[in-house]
């Protein structure tokens, strides 16, 4: 995998001689990558100077110098596309809610204009059919909110460095798309080249009593339950052995209403669930993706969405690429 240096402008000035590059994509949405201290030019390796791969979403504007002097290197460093989208409150002036309505990417092409984004993003003017209707919580930034108004949907963003027309600076294209199952078509063992760790935790909580305000008799109370297909019941599945009971408190909730709305958030973190890592050389998966994993000893499967990739490239273009799947910690 190449990478191209652009100057402030967004022009190209070539391909990067690195011995190193690092994308981290859906956590901490940064990159790095390191030259030698003699390949350093001022007029494509500062402040605002882009970096992309073509037709990925592996790139991102420089923002950090580091220069190592004892190992003669500089590091570039920056945050990547989805970065750039998250240091974006997406309702800067006003402490008032809004809700995100109506076709996906027409709804994102509004706040990219209107935050002052199209110098680098332009949105798909396609209807991608998938329609929003999604309150924003206070205090959002621009990628967080319509990350969680299309999961909403089952779908996602996507996003990829196209080049512009003869003389003309590139841009990154954004476009909303829906989920791929792709358990059924992918399912990753160890075999071959692939590295998996799969964790099946049956320890989990099932049965959740909830304390809210009051003093003995009066206090507030919610019994939550457990059930095999992942549901939260009011009912009782689990007893004898494998009844596992936990105590949650929360005195701030103000109506039993509440004190259960807060206890269903909690409850999913401690019930059982199964942990899926794996580290692929030759094959790239797109943030939402879902895939299967299969441990061929235990027997063990799961299925579950890509929520970060981690994307290394040697100086000599190798790439390997982390996955982190959701419900992994």
Not at 33 to 56: M, P
Not at 81 to 91: D, E
Not at 106 to 127: H, P
Not at 174 to 180: R, Y
Request: aromatic share 8%; charged share 25%; hydrophobic share 35%.
């Amino acid at each position: 995998m190449d990478f191209v240096v652009t100057d402030v402008y967004g022009c190209d000035k070539g391909y990067i001689e690195h011995c190193g590059a690092e994308f981290n994509i859906g956590q901490d949405n940064d990159f790095e990558i390191k030259i030698q201290s003699n390949l350093f030019k001022d007029d494509r390796h500062k402040k605002n100077c882009r970096v992309y791969a073509e037709g990925t979403e592996y790139g991102g504007l420089i923002r950090n110098i580091n220069p190592v002097t004892g190992d003669k290197i500089v590091k570039l460093k920056g945050p990547t596309w989805r970065g750039i989208l998250n240091q974006r409150a997406i309702n800067p002036g006003s402490n008032a809610y809004i809700t995100l309505s109506g076709e996906a990417n027409a709804v994102l092409a509004q706040y990219i204009v209107s935050l002052g984004l199209s110098e680098i993003f332009e949105v798909s003017t396609l209807n991608s059919g998938i329609m929003l209707n999604y309150q924003v919580p206070l205090q959002s930034m621009l990628l967080d909110a319509f990350t969680a108004a299309l999961e909403k949907q089952n779908a996602r963003l996507e996003i990829k460095y196209r080049l512009g027309d003869a003389n003309e600076k590139g841009y990154v294209a954004l476009e909303a798309k829906p989920v791929e199952d792709r358990s059924e078509e992918i399912e990753i063992s160890e075999d071959g080249s692939v590295n998996l760790d799969i964790m099946d935790n049956q320890n989990g909580v099932n049965h959740l009593i909830c304390y809210g305000k009051g003093e003995g008799l009066s206090r507030q109370r919610v019994d939550l339950y457990a059930w095999p297909d992942g549901s939260i019941q009011k009912t009782q599945y689990y007893t004898g052995i494998d009844l596992i009971e936990q105590y949650y408190e929360n005195t701030n909730a103000e109506s039993v209403a509440e004190l259960e709305e807060d206890a269903r958030d909690k409850f999913p973190d401690l019930m059982n669930c199964k942990q899926l890592k794996i580290s692929v050389s030759d094959m790239d998966l797109e943030l939402g993706d879902i895939v299967g994993g299969r441990e061929r000893i235990t027997g063990i499967y799961m299925a579950s969405p890509v929520v970060r990739k981690i994307v290394s490239v040697t100086g000599k273009g190798r790439v390997s690429i982390d996955y982190k799947l959701k419900g992994e910690e």
